[in-house]
């Protein structure tokens, strides 16, 4: 399996994975995160068009185990609600971030992100057990919390790679 930029190829497969985890989501009784209104196809057609959509796939470059968001900058980052990044370096926030079940996909792009980049952030809801949960396996650290409008607090989370691992 590898990282590559999303295709419209991928749209199809990408659907479906949404819709995966708005029902996983749904099932750890997270009703906030992902609605039938977010994330849409809409939105990663305008990740392809900025060239910041990554879709995990098997190795036969057509089947799409997982699908995530690549930015610069996140505006809320710059004013966390309460504690503190680790770093002020120049960094990477990972958006929208879906896998399907039971192929390794999501424990698979956070490692392969943290080889590529020095410094990640990301944020989820407090009820998105599963992210929680994967991101504790790749050694995510809980930094505060990031209070977006409409949606409410997010727990924030950053990845700084250690300078023995940066060789």
């Known amino acids: 399996m590898y990282l ?17 985890g708005r029902e996983r989501q749904h099932s750890e009784g997270n009703y906030s995160q992902w609605h039938e209104g977010y ?14 959509g990554w879709v995990c796939v098997a190795d036969d470059d057509t089947t799409v185990l997982g699908t995530l968001a690549l ?14 990044w680790r770093s002020e370096q120049p960094y990477k ?12 996909a999501g424990i698979f792009m956070l490692q392969e992100l943290q080889a590529r980049y020095p ?5 989820t809801f407090a009820a998105n057990k599963s992210m929680l949960s994967l991101l504790h396996k790749a050694g995510f ?12 607090e997010m727990q924030a989370f950053d990845y700084l790679r250690s300078e023995s691992s940066s060789n």
Do not use: W
């Not at 410094?119 to 944020?123: E, F, G, I, S, T």
């Open 119 to 123: 410094y990640l952030r990301v944020d």
């Open 141 to 152: 650290v809980h930094c505060g919390v990031a209070y977006y409008e409409g949606y409410g």
């Open 71 to 84: 930015s610069d900058h996140e505006e809320v980052y710059d004013h966390l609600q309460s504690g503190a």
């Open 4 to 20: 590559r930029l999303t295709q419209e190829r991928d749209l199809a497969a990408i659907d479906h994975i949404f819709a995966l």
């Open 39 to 52: 994330p849409t196809l809409a939105v990663v057609r305008e990740d392809i068009k900025n060239g910041t």
């Open 93 to 104: 926030v990972i958006h929208r971030m879906g896998t399907l079940p039971h192929h390794g």
